[in-house]
């Protein structure tokens, strides 16, 4: 099936149009494959509002250094009708909740995405993982935790719902790791959980594309069977609301 025929029947399938997608990858971070004004372009013909450009962080081999987070200014925030957000998906590395981009440069963000990659990531206990990423959803310069539910770290679901309702933090339901190729056999449960515990706790959560290709910006063909299966209420998706998706973020 063509990229564009997935993306037309994603949207068939939901009942909202989406507006934002706030997590995507362009050449930069090195093993991705259109540029940023391809990335934005794709998003207009797409009807989207929101488009998240979020590089990964330095850990990554082959991703963009650190002086492109130092000269995103120049990059202009609206691109053919689109809001672009230049961000980054940062890693976290340890238990602790370590992170492998600088104060300075979070600072520079306009939206901050953080995750745990299984290549660059010290664990702990299933206690201690949930510990430091909940230490990662009160700094105030990340506003998104990428792939919560892909397996790379044992985490209490639970908690991590309550603490995204405190602090603003959306937990993010990825339809890359639910790719078949990727080969993630935990993430459709794990998925279904937080969804439901999202739901449970009428905490908003957000889709992320985790799109390596334009081709992919706001396709979540692979998450609408866990959204059925949850009867996910679409008032908590902030991909279908940018007013709110800022609000609550506070960005």
Known sequence: MEDSERYSMTQQALQHPVLVD??????ASGHAFSTLQEMAQAAAEKGLQVLGITEHGPSVPGTCPVLYFRNMFIVPRQLFGVRILMGCEVNILDKDGTLDLDEANLQ???????????????????????????????HPRI???????DGAAELDFER???????????????NHSLAPERKKTVARGNNLELLRL??????????????????QIADYGNLLPLLAATDFPDDLIMNFWPDRFFSYLGI
Do not use: F
């Open 22 to 27: 706030a997590h995507t990858h362009t050449v």
């Open 108 to 138: 520079r963000l306009d939206i901050g995405i953080a995750g745990v990659h299984s290549e660059w990531w010290k664990g702990g206990s299933k206690e201690e993982n949930t510990e430091g990423v909940i230490r990662v959803m009160h």
């Open 143 to 149: 506003h998104i935790i990428s792939h919560p539910g």
């Open 160 to 174: 991590l719902v309550k603490a995204s309702k405190e602090t603003h933090t959306l937990l993010e339901i990825n």
């Open 198 to 215: 999202c739901k449970q706790y009428e905490v908003p959560t957000i889709l992320g594309s985790d799109a390596h290709i334009s081709y």
